[in-house]
């Protein structure tokens, strides 16, 4: 079983950047793959980026390409998402998740989630 904790949320004007965090625990993270998704008011959730257990595959949804990226350190249990010329749009509750997937685009591919970091960008 993976427990996971985001951090780095917070406020930002447009244009600007922040780094989320994803500390997991238990021995297991590196075999897990690791995804990003986020929830805006009214909203349902939807996929923003992936990563499998080696790092080496990562997928982006159309809408963050080029300006998010997501990592992981293994030794250190953890998942991290630069994000880039951020827009209002990227206002939203932003989580991570592991599941048994190379690098899953849905929900359904992850069993286990983090609380939620809520990350705000004003124009």
């Not at 897990?32 to 349902?44: D, H, N």
């Not at 880039?84 to 206002?91: I, M, W």
Request: neutral net charge; charged residues 20%; aromatic residues 12%.
């Amino acid at each position: 079983q993976v427990q996971l904790v985001e951090s780095g949320g917070g406020s930002v004007q447009a244009g600007g950047s922040l780094r989320l965090s994803c500390a997991a625990s238990g021995s297991t993270f590196r075999r897990y793959g690791m995804g990003w998704f986020r929830q805006a008011p009214g909203k349902e959730r939807e996929f923003v980026t992936a990563i499998s257990w080696s790092g080496e595959t990562t997928y982006d949804a159309d809408s963050v390409k080029g300006r998010f990226s997501i990592t992981r350190d293994n030794a250190k249990n953890t998942v991290h998402l630069q994000m880039n010329s951020l827009k209002p749009e990227d206002t939203a509750v932003y989580y991570c998740a592991a599941g048994w997937v190379v690098a899953g685009t849905g929900e359904y591919d992850y069993d286990y989630w983090g609380p939620g970091t809520q990350v705000t960008v004003s124009s």
